[in-house]
C-alpha cells in the first residue's frame, strides 16, 4: 500500500507527529490501539473519520518505518 496519500505531518497539527492525512488522530494513536487488541472496525467506530485504507497506511507506514531502522532487542 502506498501509504504517502494518506499519512501527513504539519508541524502546526499534533507537534508535527504523523497524522492521518485531513485528521488530528495520530497514527501512533491507531497503532497503540491495534496492538491493544482493537480490531480496524472497533477503531473506526471510536474514530468516525477514520477509513479502513487509513488503518492500512498507518501499518505500512510503521513497517516501513520497522524496515529502515534498527532498534537493539532484549534477549
Not at 2 to 13: H, L
Not at 60 to 70: F, P, T, V
Request: aromatic share 6%; with cysteine; proline share 5%.
Amino acid at each position: 500500500m502506498n501509504w504517502n496519500k494518506r499519512i501527513s505531518s504539519d508541524p502546526a497539527i499534533c507537534h508535527g507527529r504523523a497524522c492521518i492525512a485531513g485528521t488530528r488522530v495520530m497514527v501512533s494513536v491507531v497503532l497503540d490501539n491495534l496492538a491493544a487488541g482493537m480490531s480496524p472496525d472497533d477503531l473506526r467506530k471510536h474514530y468516525p473519520a477514520l477509513e479502513l485504507a487509513d488503518v492500512q497506511a498507518a501499518v505500512s507506514y510503521a513497517a516501513q518505518l520497522a524496515r529502515e531502522e534498527c532498534f537493539p532487542l532484549a534477549a
